[in-house]
């Protein structure tokens, strides 16, 4: 198999629309990093910059291959049916062989990037023993268990939870290994920012899940919608969205910052539109808007940051 072709398939086989989660939290991390960067005087390594990023990329796609490969076993995913067209595309054949050889691929390649970025950030010893490790192992067992027995976090109403922790780290995760005082003296700010991301990432999971209804019903899944019910899961997505406007109104308050109203701004007459369609029963590429609404507003945060 030639190289290009077998990236080509690599990367089609990852889901990569899910690296807007990716894309977003870095871009934030970015903006926080250039902006504070300016008074503290230190310099910005791109290099390292781009390994911290190849790490959590890997990990989201550990993730990823997973969840292809076990909802495709457990007879979830269906070629009539299935939302995750990964082993079902016509241009391209991708086996459940090539999935469990990708999943073994990917995690060499968390440990190379890892180590690779741990030689050229001159950590100490007891801050990759006690911070690093634990928080990659960390996200490496949730990433997998996410849908691999026998935990499987995502069949039992735990997905957006056990997410939440992997989403919540892509904001501080270039930032620590940037600047780790940096980290340590604004980790409040990084903490609201992660939030932000996290809380709006997760909307795109329970969306999805809120599209599978139905299915995962029938093969007696259990989720978040399917135990609260279709009509309250349509009323608590629109919430957390307003929650997000909030929560962003009140940190534009606590730093001073009007810009960080900015993806309020942006998003809310998208968001207005999906209700429109939802309350008119219109429920096409309703998952589809949801991601780019969170990828635009997460961006939409990264100028905000910037912009102060």
Known sequence: MELSYFIY???????????????????????????NEVNLGNGFNIFRFC????????????SNLVNTYYDFINGLDKKETSADRTLFQNSIKITLNDIEFFIKITYLGVLISLITLLVNCNLQFNETIYHVLPITITISFISHFYTAPPIS??????????????????VPFPIYFQNIQLFKDYFNEIFNYSMILTISCCTIIFSN??????????SNIITIPIIIGENLSYSIYFSIYFLIYFY???????????????????????????????K????????????????????SLSIGIFCK
């Open 9 to 35: 398939k690599y990367i089609n086989s990852t889901r990569i629309w899910s690296t807007s989660f990716l894309i977003s939290g870095s871009l934030i991390s970015l903006s926080f990093f250039i902006k």
């Open 51 to 62: 390994l911290s990023f190849l790490v959590l990329y890997f990990l989201n796609n550990i």
């Open 153 to 170: 976090f995502k069949y039992r109403a735990l997905g957006e939870i056990s997410a939440s922790f992997n989403l919540f780290s892509i």
């Open 209 to 218: 899940n809120i599209r599978d209804l139905k299915n995962d019903k029938i």
């Open 248 to 278: 962003l109104f009140i940190l534009s308050i606590i730093y001073n910052n009007i810009y960080l109203n900015l993806p309020t701004i942006i998003t809310i007459t998208s968001l207005y539109n999906i209700f429109k369609d939802t």
């Open 280 to 299: 008119n029963g219109n429920y096409k590429h309703w998952d589809l808007k949801t991601a780019k609404l969170s990828f635009i507003l997460c961006v």
